[in-house]
Antibody, heavy 122, light 108 residues
């Protein structure tokens, strides 16, 4: 069974750093792109970027380029999303999700993590 | 980037009724690159339809998708109580992939 299990909720202060995780299991982690999607409180879904764990090739939405860093450690089947200096506007639920099509940069998202709530408040 | 506009914003219907949702793109989106997701409160989105009209594994056949030429259409033929949720379209034809703003299907 394909599963993406994300790290627990976080409460941080503005200016702090953070790295959240997404661990894949039940499939070949290195051959499917993983996407990160943001959902701000009461709002819709926003595509942030993707990573190919096999070689860590990464693509970002222009809206998120330079604001976050996406990485992966294929040895432990885990993808990461990190911030170096959080802002209150980063408060949101962050989902990881898998591309269904093997190796494809263009794909729908067939399996989703449960989401990680990040709260940034002074 | 491609902007997807979903309509209506909210659809108030009763169980057993038919729901028809629309998704219009600001630029051309090829048929293989349009998906629909369902999201219930407190849950992650769930893939229902991809490539405009292909149901994902395990999705009941009351859910369907089509293309009208100008809009992408998502239909629930007969609403079940568990279908009341928010539905999002997504294009992945052009980078960055984008989502519509969502249509909430609520109980009338």
């Amino acid at each position: 069974e394909v599963q993406l299990v994300q790290s627990r909720a976080e409460v941080k202060k503005p200016g702090e750093s953070l790295k959240i995780s997404c661990k894949g299991s039940g499939y070949s982690f290195t051959t499917y792109w993983i996407a990160w999607v943001r959902q701000m409180p009461g709002k819709g879904l926003e595509w942030m970027g993707i990573i190919y764990p096999g070689d860590s090739d990464t693509r970002y939405s222009p809206s998120f380029q330079g604001q976050v860093t996406i990485s992966a450690d294929k040895s432990i089947s885990t993808a990461y999303l990190q911030w170096s200096s959080l802002k209150a506007s980063d408060t949101a639920i962050y989902y990881c999700a898998r591309h269904e099509v093997v190796g494809a940069t263009q794909s729908h998202l067939d399996h989703w993590g449960q989401g990680t709530l990040v709260t940034v408040s002074s | 980037e491609i902007v997807l506009t979903q309509s209506p914003g909210t659809l108030s219907l009763s169980p057993g009724e038919r729901a028809t949702l629309s998704c219009r793109a600001s630029q051309s989106v090829s048929i293989p690159y349009l998906a629909w997701y369902q999201q219930k409160p407190g849950q992650a989105p769930r893939l229902l339809i991809y490539a405009t009209s292909t149901r994902a594994t395990g999705v009941p056949d009351r859910f369907s998708g089509s293309d009208s030429g100008t809009d992408f259409i998502f239909t629930i033929s007969r609403l079940e109580p568990e279908d009341f949720a928010v539905y999002y379209c997504q294009q992945y034809d052009s980078s960055p992939p984008t989502f519509g703003q969502g249509t909430k299907v609520e109980i009338k």
